[in-house]
């Protein structure tokens, strides 16, 4: 009697066994874990040109929000751009954002120095950095392609990008992310270096 109820309990475990792994294979497919996004993210420049489901750019905006912030206080915004028209517009006057003219959407992430702490530019431009670093790694968990390119510090590309969107002089356009589905050719980089670690002390 004590065998039989030893060997039901160990049948239940085998099938409960079998059966998980399938579950949890089909959740691991959908997100891949964090340290391989993190390895797996770079900057991608050759997009096929498809278009971006507006549930992943929701999913990519939810992310880029859940960035920590001094003291709390998200002193962002972000302009998320999908037309065609805008996007070449945007591209018209950044040299170094050519990507644009095959992404299917675009991100830029604004700061905003009267929202941040102590009403700090650094503050503002740190904060949405995170956010900016949440993005291209949701979009790599996605299966998206994103290259930072630089507004901020430059006065002539934020100049660009703050008459194109109709963005207020007072908020900071930090970058233009442009979003796309990869070709494949551009591949993460081993940037590893031990010699950039101290460990205790400097
Ligand atoms: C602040 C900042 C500005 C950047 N500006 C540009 C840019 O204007 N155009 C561009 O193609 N890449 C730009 N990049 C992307 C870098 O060139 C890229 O991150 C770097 O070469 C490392 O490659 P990886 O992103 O593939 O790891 C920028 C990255 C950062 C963080």
Aim: charged residues 25%; hydrophobic residues 45%.
């Amino acid at each position: 009697m004590k065998n039989m109820k030893a060997f039901i309990v160990a049948m239940m475990i085998v099938m409960v066994a079998a059966i998980t792994p399938d579950c949890m294979a089909q959740k691991e497919a959908a997100a891949p874990d964090a340290i391989t996004v993190i390895h797996s993210r770079k900057s991608v420049r050759n997009f096929t040109g498809q278009i971006i489901e507006k549930e992943k750019l929701d999913k990519i905006l939810r992310a880029a929000m859940a960035a920590p912030t001094a003291v709390g206080r998200q002193p962002w915004s972000f302009v998320v751009v999908t037309e065609r028209k805008t996007l070449d517009a945007l591209k018209d006057g950044l040299p170094y954002a050519q990507m644009l003219g095959k992404a299917g959407a675009a991100i830029i992430v604004c700061a905003i120095p009267e929202k941040a702490h102590d009403k700090m530019v650094e503050f503002a431009v740190i904060d949405s950095s995170l956010a900016g670093e949440n993005i291209l790694l949701a979009a790599e968990a996605l299966g998206l392609g994103t290259t930072w390119t630089a507004a901020y510090p430059y006065k002539d590309r934020m100049g660009h990008v703050r008459k194109t969107l109709n963005i207020p002089d007072s908020i900071i356009p930090l970058n233009v992310i442009p979003i796309g589905y990869p070709t494949g050719v551009d591949k993460p980089k081993n940037k590893y270096k031990p010699e950039n670690i101290h460990w205790e002390k400097w």
